[in-house]
Structure formats: C-alpha cells, structure tokens
C-alpha cells in the first residue's frame, strides 16, 4: 500500500527549530518529487518547499527562504524538512505529497499525499 507518514512536528518556541520527515511505503521515493506544503487555520493550503528527483533541485516559497531546508535520503526513502528560526506564522499542519519526477506548483499534480504533521510556534 502506498503510503506517506510524516512526523516531527509539535509546540516550539519562536525562533526554535523542528526538523519534519517525510516517510515512504509501498513505493520508492527515489523518482518523485516530494513537496512540503502547510494549512494554517483559517488559510487555504500552500506550498512550503519542493525537492525534485532527477537532480535534487529544491524550491521554497519566499516565506520561508533562507529559514527550512529540504533534503532526501533516497537509502531511508525519507525526505526532511528543516526548520529554523521558527515563527508564529509557521503554526500550521504540515503536510508531505510526491509526485513523479519534477515539483509542481499546482497541488492538484501531487498522486499521493500524507496524513499531516501539526507544527505550532507559540511562546
């Protein structure tokens, strides 16, 4: 069964960090794409960051540049999200998605989609 599980989330300081995973079962991670998007309540989803699967590359969304790092690790067919330098404006579910070979923007393109990971910032 395919299957994408994240963890990691939970309750931090501002400026703290959390680091997300993004688990695979029942496929390999090794050719898709893997995308982070987040719900914040009473806000539409949007994209967080994307890393592709031919040659790495990663996307961020402005919000979050230079703060969340994406990374996989195709041997544990796992993907990270970094996060740094929290804020309460990250406070959100946090959900992983694949899709094969290149990151997308429509959220629509993403096959399979996990169950969420709720990530609240809040002193």
């Known amino acids: 069964q395919v299957q994408l599980v994240e963890s990691g989330g939970g309750l931090v300081q501002p400026g703290g960090s959390l680091r997300l995973s993004c688990a695979a079962s029942g496929f390999t991670l090794d050719y898709y794409a893997i995308g982070w998007f987040r719900r914040a309540p009473g806000k539409e989803r949007e994209g967080v960051s994307c890393i592709s699967s031919t040659d790495g590359r990663t996307y961020y969304a402005d919000s979050v540049k230079g703060r969340f790092t994406i990374s996989r690790d195709n041997a544990e067919n796992t993907v990270y999200l970094q996060m740094n330098s929290l804020k309460p404006e990250d406070t959100a579910v946090y959900y992983c998605?694949?899709?094969?070979?290149?990151?997308?923007?429509?959220?629509?393109?993403?096959?399979?989609w996990g169950q969420g990971t709720q990530v609240t910032v809040s002193s």
């Open positions: 998605a694949a899709r094969f070979v290149l990151c997308s923007r429509e959220q629509n393109d993403y096959e399979h």
